[in-house]
């Protein structure tokens, strides 16, 4: 999933681009319920299928890799791109831990979880290469944070241990994955590339784990639904519509896939929606929403402040 962090040059790229509203808003749409359906159909094959976690993470990286290496075959490019074995690894280590990770969470808290590791992972990167926050950022951050700890205390209704951490993990990855990937080149090559070499560190895992491998017809084909359809197609359509939309709003847009996660969860699976999940979410999504828009509000005054200046000289 691309993620909310992004600079100058990203602002830059984005809305460069031309697409028609309508189709705009539905194929923005359909990316950020791709992007929930990953946690839907994962949480679905691990709860209800015999599939494990290993092989379900194999062959989401497979069929992921597939689909993407035909649309880059397809829709040919001058720009460059293959990916890189570090970047696979960290492709790998979240798909993994997010695999493992709902053996026990449900679908709305997996994927509020590995939302907030992600952007504390954009954000704190940021801050460490000297990047400051203003009052309000800073505010959004620990609002941001305190949820996130709120969320992980002990109680009736705390998630597990063991799957929150591998959760949290595999969003520090996808955080690591989404920051070596910046500028790299065409984004749907990369990807690509990436999810080809991640598919070797996924068979490797299945081969030490083979004594514990279960599969049958249903958890394969959400694995391949997984891979094909809410990654690989998913990733697909989303950096096609990143040109046209500004970085603001593609950064905000994605703070709908937890919520969107969290309702199917409830409405497909029977998941129960507790009040301490309800405020996590407002104050860990609230949080980084007040970080966007306050970074965004900042750079616009830093552009404007200029010219004015230039004009009344």
């Not at 801050?127 to 109680?155: D, F, T």
Request: hydrophobic share 55%; with cysteine.
């Amino acid at each position: 999933m691309q993620t909310l962090g992004s600079d100058t040059t990203a602002d830059n790229r984005r809305g460069n681009g031309f697409m028609p509203f309508p189709k705009l808003a539905v194929l923005t749409l359909i990316t950020m319920l791709a992007f929930a359906g990953n946690s839907l159909l994962c949480r679905i094959a691990l709860k209800q299928t015999g599939i494990d976690a290993a092989s379900f993470t194999s062959i989401r990286l497979v069929s992921g890799a597939l689909v993407l290496w035909l649309v880059t075959r397809s829709f040919r490019s001058t720009r460059v791109g293959k990916g890189n074995w570090l970047s696979a690894f960290m492709l790998f280590a979240y798909a993994g831990g997010f695999s493992f990770a709902y053996m026990s969470l449900t679908a709305a808290m997996g994927a509020l979880l590995l939302f907030g590791a992600v952007q504390a992972t954009m954000i704190g990167h940021g801050i460490w290469n000297g990047e400051r926050l203003a009052g309000r950022q800073r505010a959004g951050l620990l609002l941001a944070l305190g949820g996130l700890l709120g969320l992980l205390l002990p109680g009736l209704s705390a998630p597990p241990l063991v799957g929150s951490a591998l959760m949290l993990i595999a969003g520090v990855a996808w955080g690591v994955y989404s920051l070596r990937g910046q500028g790299a080149g065409d984004p749907t090559r990369v990807t690509a590339g990436n999810f080809l070499r991640a598919t070797l560190f996924a068979v490797l895992l299945s081969l030490l784990l083979n004594s514990r491998a279960q599969l049958d017809m249903p958890g394969v084909l959400y694995a391949i639904a997984s891979g094909a359809i809410a990654s690989g197609l998913g990733y697909a359509i989303w950096y096609s519509v990143l040109p046209a939309l500004k970085a603001t709003l593609a950064a905000t847009v994605q703070l709908s896939v937890p919520a969107i996660a969290a309702f199917a969860g409830i409405i497909i699976l029977g998941e129960p929606f507790t009040a301490r999940f309800a405020l996590a979410s407002i104050a860990i999504l609230g949080g980084i929403a007040l970080v966007i828009l306050s970074k965004s509000h900042d750079r616009e005054t830093q552009q404007v402040a200029p010219a004015e200046a230039k004009d009344g000289a």
